[in-house]
């Protein structure tokens, strides 16, 4: 099993970026998805989430600028980020829920400046 994900780099405040994960060696659709954050110094925090059957809960610091979406059919999870700001910067992970175990990818970094 691996998840990769690409799409992070450096932009400047306001800007957008689009994350990537994509999946080996699993099904997508039966998995709970997730982003995750974690900037130096701290603690990881949860970004956004989406169910097996799409429904989306987000974190409030980035309600209403990043939106989470999934392509079963590609085993690709996305975050669509808009509306930057520096506190957004930090080492975004995703993760596949099921009911047994939990797979986490290696990460993308996002920069905003």
């Known amino acids: 099993v691996q998840l990769v994900e690409s799409g992070g780099g450096s932009v400047q405040a306001g800007g957008s970026l689009r994350l990537s994960c994509s999946a080996s060696?699993?099904?997508?659709?039966?998995?709970?998805m997730a982003w995750f954050r974690q900037a130096p110094g701290k603690e990881r925090d949860g970004v956004a989430t989406i169910a097996r059957a799409g429904t989306t809960s987000y974190g409030d610091s980035v309600k209403g600028r990043f939106t989470i979406s999934r392509d079963n059919a590609k085993d690709t999870l996305y975050l669509q980020m808009n509306s930057l700001k520096s506190e957004d910067t930090a080492r975004y992970y995703c993760?596949?829920?099921?009911?047994?175990?939990?797979?986490w990818g290696q990460g993308t970094q996002v920069t905003v400046s």
């Open positions: 993760v596949a829920t099921g009911e047994d175990s939990d797979y």
């Open positions: 060696g699993l099904s997508i659709s039966v998995y709970a």
